[in-house]
Structures are given as structure tokens and as C-alpha cells.
């Protein structure tokens, strides 16, 4: 469907799928350095490669890469709600709250695209 048929002007509500909502590249760039954060701490084996402090009974290298754990998933989720506030949400279909979709619309629709 090309851009200029995107929109059905009877009805003003339809959505124009050709057209993306602008992303806030800032707020990516902040959650990809979340992500990236227990990639480099974990890599960098030097800074935990030692038996001391002890916790429990386990030596630092066991609990520091442990505490990571919980710490990737915090800053996973953390990533995750930053992305859906960067990319606002856009409905996927254009039926509206009381349209029906059919396969006669569809083929309509590839119809349309091969003129």
C-alpha cells in the first residue's frame, strides 16, 4: 500500500501504517548502556578474580557474579520500560473499535499495491 492510499479519508480515525513515530534516540542510546553494563562488568574478570570478602561462606568471585544476576534482570527490565517510553506505542491494525476484518479486504488491499 503505498503512502498516499495509506489513510482512508472517510474515516478520520484509520491509522497511516506507513508513518513511524519519531524514536527519542536518547533515551535508546540509555538503554543500550543498560544493557551493556553486566556485559562489561562480567567480562572484566580482573576486577572480581579474588577469594575476598567471603559472603556465606562463598568466596567474591562465586557472589559477585551471583549478585549480577539480579542486577542484569533489574537493568533488563529497567532497559525495557525506557524502550517503550522512546517508541510510542502505534496500532497495529486500522479496524478501529467496531471494524471487521476480512481476507476480501486483504486481497483488496495486494490489488491495490499491484497497480
Avoid at 513515530?21 to 548502556?33: F, I
Avoid at 542484569?72 to 517508541?87: D, E, F
Amino acid at each position: 500500500m503505498s503512502s498516499v492510499h495509506a489513510v482512508d479519508p472517510d474515516r478520520p480515525d484509520a491509522v497511516d501504517h506507513d508513518t513511524v513515530p519519531p524514536a527519542r534516540t536518547g533515551l535508546l542510546v540509555l538503554a543500550g548502556v543498560l544493557l551493556a553494563l553486566p556485559v562489561i562488568a562480567l567480562m572484566w574478570v580482573s576486577s572480581y578474580s579474588r577469594d575476598e570478602p567471603r559472603l556465606g561462606g562463598f568466596p567474591f568471585f562465586i557472589w559477585y557474579q551471583f549478585l549480577w544476576v539480579f542486577l542484569t534482570s533489574a537493568l533488563t527490565y529497567t532497559a525495557y520500560r525506557i524502550v517503550l517510553v522512546a517508541r510510542p506505542h502505534r496500532p497495529m491494525d486500522d479496524l478501529g473499535q467496531h471494524g471487521e476484518w476480512s481476507a476480501d479486504d486483504a486481497r483488496a488491499d495486494v490489488r491495490e499495491e499491484q497497480r
